[in-house]
């Protein structure tokens, strides 16, 4: 791993200047709210990055209003002006989830998500450790116990064999779980008597630790993992950024941003090298209030940072059976998961973040999590009223009664499609079969008058919206499993999936003025692709390369 | 105390429109470095709030170069222009070392330091608990037992008769002791059989704590003490600001800048609340690498914030008996103060820095620690090469044989002029009568070569440069005292003091080409006075009224 920030900040390229431009002769497709989509053959941007007008296809030759042209009063309509050849133009997308600095972080080390068995697991961790022996601690992520179809979870005696003495500590694709050897639990102080914290599970085998820290029991050993250092935490943002924008994706939600990643952003933008945008959300109120003192922070850098909300976690995750769900699981019937808060909890801390004007969005993923949740919006909507635009992240396992209340107060379901494709079988297991209606609900929230926000959870899925954007309208994985569609029932249609990853997206994080939208008033955020999206058969939209990405008017990626 | 965050920002008057202008008729005298005095009649600015020329006081009319006409033909010399009536213009102070947001708590809490014995002390407190009844701590600082002639520590038991069962903790003046009573030492836990931390001190009595923590020990309490809300950091920055501009300091260098101010200053900033400029030095290694990641900030928000360097400690201050001293303390024979780190930890922490290109400034008054960052200096100046601008901070009291190390590898001597003022009387009782002759020695170190930068220390002192200023060229107090000045081979001239107190001070922090010296390509900070005072007697250039104050071409105070 070499961090060459510098090199990587210079090598993003910039072009043109800034001044008033035409970036004319493309197919240029968009998406507005409701679905409509809008084809244009220009686009005006002024010397600030905003468009200012999408010429329409009819059109001869761009033209100004008559108040543009009177303001104009003998300037040229643009000072640079670039040819696309009739290339295909969209609005780049907006994430509405994801972990910024975690993917990069993921990407700079040991990474298991694509190993399709423990053994392959221990054979990329034993050449991981022969080709960095100077590593005492051996970091990674990306495993998944479902993926290798191993039925249990592993166990530190799984990586005993290949550690060569080094600790040990890899967190599971979805983050809710840490996988330790028996050196980092030694190095942790966890013994068999150490005790499962509130909002935590330490798996056992006869009483001892078995290797596996679900939630906040993960605690108990990253407490002893060092920390990254600063120059780190900047490769790996510059890492996860150039994933994005290689994905055309030019805004996102930064769902749980640290104090350090937060300082990582500032210092990357202080020298010009933050490009895509951040909608930032606190990871905690204190971590909120330190930031931004009494009210979130004005958007930053020309609309490309704001901290705006706080994250909170209402429940753990499905796959570790750390969701928090209703009854117990049906793969494992003495379980139901881990609350992370008491309801008291809960509505304190979004009492702190909503009364300093912080926007809230919690994690809630079992159905249990869920209606707590919105039990909760009901109660803070009572005293904090006005567009608050509560959002619920990942909203996965719904009682189907409680589907309704997602219309109410305004809240927003920030949902993930290629959560649906990847979990399948295992929704399936742990929830069994009466439980899936209100799984993965997409077409319900819209029915229900629920704001719909897309995105990945980056790293826990590839950021790829072409990938989402065919999940959504086919509910079937990159083989078209399972024909028809899983749970068809819940499939929303292309356009609406396309307003979900790009305006609803920025509007679930206020930030429907600045981007979202390719229209005018708005950034000039947009991506050069080989193919019409709108008309690709599934397999072919996922398929879609970006050849360039664009960024407030400036290319800020190419594909070399 | 009240927070008025929003209001206070509003009220900062800004003006002119930012365009060239002129700020003409003036009697303008600034400085250059040896201490040359510049006469002008006026000041050219531009549209960025950079001086581009100062009109001399013969030329009758402003007028541009051949090149500036060339390059400007058709367009007005200004836009705007404001008659000063002849008044007196003079650059802005920089001030080279002071504490920003413990300045405004002070002034927004308990301050003791007008206080003359221990009798008002407790006087202000008591009347300070039946004003805050709510306030569950009473925090404050100020208090000087030399101030009071006390002859000794104050007690907890001094202040068990006030607290009303209140904790309450109180910073000494210098900020290097706390004073605590029963009741805040009993939430600390601090008992007698609490041990003096490394680099602290427990005062005792009887073999009981007695009240007093100096240096390092005071971390026993504070771990308790509540820590200020960001709101409340917010209102802390803006009365500090509002203070120094009051005085005509323009610029600061803040010595020991913690995360949490850091994100004050960035907040304040960012909703153009940040007016004074600001060298920042990041309170040890770690935080600097958080906040700059591998080396220092760019110069953000057009020169008015720059995190450069970092602030170590090597000992503690005089007046607590914290300063360590080569011999022992001359009213305290079995003393010698308190070396913060061993030479092995500072040259450490010194390397650390310099190896990612940030400035290192050394806290250091007793002749001990001085000649331990001499030597420390002269060890790293073989590693880390060019143009480093290693800073002492005080070198208050220096073995003459060490004074001409400072003239080397570029030193800098950060001195607090006013310290000698106030510290007279208290400092010949701690070193005696025969080590007075390396002690404040400024003359010296000009002679020696070495850099000079005057500051306040404030909240230890007023950051008033006009006392600064007189007490520089007389080394007497207010009261003319003592008459002749003490230890007068140390005077400097009133040219080099100034100079010490304006581009040296930008210098010494990497800032000489932003601010400092009012100079062609330099940010407009400058202020209005009622009187000149590069003529004006000791006295009368104390009691000197600064009317308005300028930073980077804009009003930013005005006197009501």
């Given at each position: 791993m070499r961090f060459l920030v510098s090199a990587a900040v210079v090598a993003l390229a910039t072009s043109p200047a800034m001044a008033d431009g035409i970036v004319d002769n493309v197919n240029g497709i968009t998406v507005a709210d409701g679905g409509r989509v809008i084809h244009f053959k220009a686009i005006l941007i002024d010397k600030d990055g905003r468009v200012t007008r999408l010429v329409p296809p009819g059109e001869e030759a761009p033209k100004l209003s008559r108040k543009e042209l009177k303001k104009n009063a003998g300037k040229p309509l643009y000072d640079w002006r670039i040819d696309m050849g009739g290339k295909t133009v969209l609005p780049g997308f907006v994430d509405a989830h994801g972990h910024v600095i975690e993917m990069g972080f993921g990407a700079l080390s040991l990474d298991l998500s694509m190993t399709k068995s423990l053994d392959e697991a221990k054979s990329r961790i034993a050449a991981y450790i022969a080709g960095n022996p100077d590593r005492k601690w051996v970091i990674g992520r990306g495993w998944n116990q479902e993926a290798w179809g191993l039925g249990r979870f592993p166990t530190a005696a799984d990586l005993d064999s290949v550690s060569g003495g080094h600790p040990i500590w890899l967190s599971r694709a979805d983050g809710h779980a840490g996988w330790a050897n028996r050196e980092a639990m030694r190095e942790a102080g966890v013994t068999a008597s150490t005790v499962?914290?509130?909002?935590?599970?330490?798996?056992?085998?006869?009483?001892?630790p078995a290797g596996v820290f679900v939630?906040?029991?993960?605690?108990?050993?990253?407490?002893?993992?060092?920390?990254?250092?600063?120059?780190?935490?900047?490769?790996?943002?510059?890492?996860?950024q150039s994933i994005l924008l290689r994905y055309g994706v030019t805004a996102v939600a930064d769902m749980g941003t640290t104090l350090d990643d937060w300082l990582t952003y500032r210092r990357m933008a202080d020298i010009g090298g933050l490009r895509v945008r951040i909608?930032?959300?606190?990871?905690?109120?204190?971590?909120?209030?330190?930031?931004?003192?009494?009210?979130?922070?004005?958007?930053?850098?020309?609309?490309?940072?704001?901290?705006?909300?706080?994250?909170?976690?209402?429940?753990?995750?499905?796959?570790?059976?750390?969701?928090?769900?209703?009854?117990?699981?049906?793969?494992?019937?003495?379980?139901?998961?881990?609350?992370?808060?008491?309801?008291?909890?809960l509505q304190n801390q979004m009492s702190r973040a909503a009364m300093d004007g912080y926007q809230v969005a919690v994690h809630a993923i079992g159905d249990k999590a869920n209606q707590m949740v919105l039990d909760a919006i009901q109660v803070e909507s009572e005293t904090y009223t006005g567009d608050?635009?509560?959002?619920?992240?990942?909203?996965?396992?719904?009682?189907?009664?409680?589907?309704?209340?997602?219309?109410?107060?305004?809240?927003?379901?920030?949902?993930?499609?290629?959560?649906?494709?990847?979990?399948?079988?295992?929704?399936?297991?742990?929830?069994?079969?009466?439980?899936?209606?209100?799984?993965?609900?997409?077409?319900?929230?819209?029915?229900?008058?629920?704001?719909?926000?897309?995105?990945?959870?980056?790293?826990?899925?590839?950021?790829?919206?072409?990938?989402?954007?065919?999940?959504?309208?086919t509910r079937t994985d990159a083989d078209g499993q399972p024909q028809g569609g899983w749970q068809p029932q819940e499939i929303v249609t292309r356009e609406q999936a396309w307003w979900a990853m790009t305006g609803a997206a920025a509007y679930a994080g206020f930030a429907e003025k600045q981007f979202g939208a390719l229209a005018p008033g708005q950034r000039a955020d947009f991506i050069i692709v080989d193919r019409d999206p709108t008309t690709a058969s599934p397999t072919d939209l996922r398929a879609t390369v970006v050849q360039e990405t664009w960024i407030g008017g400036e290319k800020v990626w190419v594909r070399k």
């Open positions: 499962s914290p509130a909002g935590g599970r330490i798996e056992k085998t006869g009483g001892a939630d906040g029991a993960q605690a108990l050993i990253e407490k002893v993992v060092p920390q990254p250092l600063p120059k780190e935490r900047d490769a790996a943002f510059l890492t996860a909608m930032s959300y606190a990871m905690g109120v204190e971590t909120a209030s330190r930031i931004g003192g009494k009210g979130p922070t004005p958007w930053l850098y020309n609309d490309r940072l704001r901290m705006g909300g706080v994250k909170l976690y209402a429940d753990g995750a499905l796959g570790s059976r750390g969701a928090w769900l209703l009854k117990p699981y049906a793969d494992a019937p003495g379980q139901s998961g881990l609350g992370f808060l008491t309801d008291d909890q608050r635009r509560w959002r619920i992240e990942h909203a996965q396992v719904v009682d189907p009664s409680d589907l309704p209340r997602f219309g109410k107060f305004g809240t927003i379901a920030s949902m993930q499609p290629t959560h649906a494709t990847s979990d399948r079988t295992m929704a399936e297991a742990r929830l069994g079969p009466t439980r899936l209606a209100g799984a993965y609900a997409w077409k319900s929230m819209l029915t229900n008058g629920a704001k719909l926000a897309f995105g990945t959870d980056f790293p826990v899925e590839k950021p790829d919206p072409f990938a989402t954007w065919a999940a959504a309208f």
